[in-house]
């Protein structure tokens, strides 16, 4: 059996248990030491592993980064079982089941998101890859407004073998989100909503998309489920953690807030019922005694001074004589947790260490680079252009799905494509080199160019003097020819 501790594929150690939705597996939070960061092990325990393994393998191919990464997976022998384990990343930020529980989205942000992961999926759709078992568990917000789907092809087909999937195909997905959707806008789920819990200030195409839904007849397609939603912005979900603060809470989380700020309004503390004030006044003493406990005698004398002098006033009165009674509680408060708790003689409220070098290394990596300039990134010009477009032509589909491209190109993360940056410098550099050659041509030649200079020699050559004689043997060689 596996259990914390477990080190597999000589990478990923075992920290802690997490609890997981999805049947079939049983979730960890591990230690990654190749890449010095937490990951999620999911330790398979379905009747068909092999196939859950399968499917991460798929599913691992589609590069999204909307898409919950997988890292790795494999088969090893811990005592005497067999483990397949799955490893994908943490997913980061506001879970949407989270919130969903507590707050209704306004229909602009829950189509933004609900759009978003319809992209998202129509990315793995071109990989022949479907979620099949998508729920509000399965989709977080992060605070830099980034959208992530975890369990992409794994959690379907554990579903598949539980017995309780929906259909792996292109229609369950679609199907999911537009319940998420109408769960998201209404508050309610999305099988007891009624067509009265639908905002009155709902478009046509979402307030269909709505009525297909809680009627069960549709969306079939994430084409459909886009159209409805579109425009879908992102850029509204930025700063998602503050967005949140802003959105109203519903009934019962509000009466569930109710409840427990009545019940933080007295608090029991050795015996005596208090108000949550008179506790913090307690502290306060507490921290005044174990902070001149601590000091420099010679400091505590030079404030005891000043003190002394600024608290008398000029009347002669004292203002430390008038004693209210939360005070003096809050002294009697502090003298029975000094008592019942010994361990009150250290501050409650101790400096955190600095981190060390190990826990800066995720502020340093590629992604959350990628992510702070996603974050500052301004629309394009065609973004804009086709912004306007659909501004004044709202139900022209044509417009409706170029605006959808191009700000999935604007907002898509990948490598730079230099192309389009290189191609103009060549052709700029081409024209400036034949301007330069066209007027070489036509400026006229100088008389050097036209005539080049020769080199001149004398009329004659002198002789040297005196003339040379020929020599002996040229001399006999003369003779005898005579």
């Known amino acids: ?63 999204d980064p909307r898409l919950l990464r997988i890292l790795a997976s494999g ?12 490893v994908t990343d943490v997913m980061t930020g506001v879970r949407l089941s989270e919130l969903l529980a507590e707050r209704r989205l306004t229909a602009r942000i829950a189509g933004a998101i609900v759009g978003d992961c319809a992209r998202a999926l129509g990315q793995a759709l071109s990989e022949e890859v479907h979620h099949g078992y998508l729920s509000a568990t399965s989709i977080a917000v992060g605070d830099n407004g980034r959208v992530t789907i975890a369990g ?21 997905d679609a199907m999911a989100l537009g319940k998420i959707y109408v769960a998201a806008i209404t508050g309610r789920e999305s099988d007891a909503a009624t067509e009265r819990d639908v905002p009155e200030d709902l478009g046509t195409r979402a307030r269909a998309l709505c009525t297909h839904v809680m009627a069960g007849t549709g969306p079939k397609t994430l084409a459909e489920v886009l159209s409805a939603l579109a425009p879908v912005d992102t850029r509204i979900l930025r700063h998602f953690s503050s967005v949140v603060r802003d959105m109203p809470l519903l009934p019962r989380a509000m009466r569930a807030k109710q409840a427990r700020d009545k019940k933080r309004t007295l608090r029991a503390v050795g015996g005596l019922t208090v108000a949550p004030d008179a506790v913090a006044r307690a502290d306060h003493a507490v921290q005044e005694v174990w902070a001149e406990q601590h000091s420099d005698p010679d400091l505590r004398a030079a404030l005891a001074q000043v003190d002394k002098a600024t608290e008398t006033s000029d009347t ?19 003298r029975i947790a000094s008592q019942v708790e010994p361990g009150l003689d250290e501050p409650a409220h ?46 022209s589909e044509t417009i409706t799905q170029r605006l959808d491209r191009a700000h999935d190109r604007a907002n898509r993360a990948g490598p730079i494509k230099a192309a389009p940056v290189l191609l103009p410098l060549f052709a700029i550099i081409v024209i400036v080199v034949g301007v330069v050659a066209f007027s070489m041509l036509k400026s006229p030649l100088t008389e050097d160019e036209v005539s080049p200079r020769q080199n001149t020699y004398p009329v004659f050559t002198l002789s040297p003097s005196p003339s040379v004689t020929a020599s002996p043997t040229a001399s006999a060689d003369a003779s005898d020819a005579e």
């Open 75 to 86: 088969r090893e022998r811990v005592a005497e079982d067999s483990v397949t384990y799955v």
């Open 350 to 395: 101790a400096p955190e260490p600095s981190k060390g070098a190990n826990e800066l290394h995720d502020l340093y990596e590629f992604e959350e680079m990628v992510d702070v300039q996603n974050v500052i990134a301004a629309p394009s010009i065609w973004e804009a252009v086709l912004e306007r477009l659909h501004d004044r032509w709202p139900k």
């Open 1 to 63: 059996m596996v259990h914390t501790g477990v080190r597999l594929a000589r990478r990923f150690t075992l920290l802690s248990t997490e609890t997981v939705e999805v049947p079939g597996i049983d979730r960890f939070r591990a230690h990654d030491e190749r890449l010095h960061r937490d990951v999620i092990v999911d330790i398979v325990t379905a009747p068909s592993p092999s196939q859950v393994r399968h499917a991460a393998g798929v599913a691992a191919r589609v590069r």
């Open 152 to 172: 992409l092809g794994i959690d379907g087909e554990l579903a598949l073998q539980a017995g309780i999937g929906r259909g792996n195909d292109e229609a369950a």
């Open 316 to 334: 002669g009165h004292d203002p430390r004589a008038e004693i209210s009674e939360p005070d003096a509680l809050a002294a009697q408060l502090a």
